[in-house]
């Protein structure tokens, strides 16, 4: 059983930043995919960005692109999300996933077998 634990998230004006992390509790230098998912009132969850802590490969969706950046410590077991020029949009509750494997590339959340509890990012215009 692996624990996610996600850092806090917070509220910001459009074009600020904000950056969240997720710590695994697995042995160091396991062999997860850990990222995020979002999930906006009224919407389904949508895939946000994954990491692959051994490899280091990233995926990163779409609407992101360019504005926010995945980056991991394999030896903490801790993926970073570093988010700017933030938009009303990005408000959402974002979670931390994890599945064990190598490929950053699964976006479904039926693939990740491991969910944090989320935290709030509100962008106000």
């Known amino acids: 059983q692996v624990q996610l634990v996600e850092s806090e998230g917070g509220s910001v004006q459009t074009g600020g930043s904000l950056r969240l992390s997720c710590a695994a509790s697995?042995?160091?230098?396991?062999?997860?995919?850990v990222g995020w998912f979002r999930q906006a009132p009224g919407k389904e969850r949508e895939f946000v960005a994954a990491f692959a802590l051994s490899g280091g490969s990233t995926n990163l969706a779409d609407s992101v692109k360019g504005r926010f950046t995945i980056s991991g410590d394999r030896a903490k077991n801790t993926v970073y999300l570093q988010m700017d020029n933030l938009k009303p949009e990005d408000t959402a509750v974002y979670y931390c996933?994890?599945?064990?494997?190598?490929?950053?590339?699964?976006?479904?959340?039926?693939?990740?077998?491991?969910w944090g509890q989320g935290t709030q990012v509100t962008v106000s215009s």
């Open positions: 996933v994890a599945r064990y494997g190598f490929d950053s590339r699964r976006t479904g959340p039926n693939e990740y077998i491991y």
């Open positions: 697995a042995r160091p230098y396991s062999n997860y995919v």
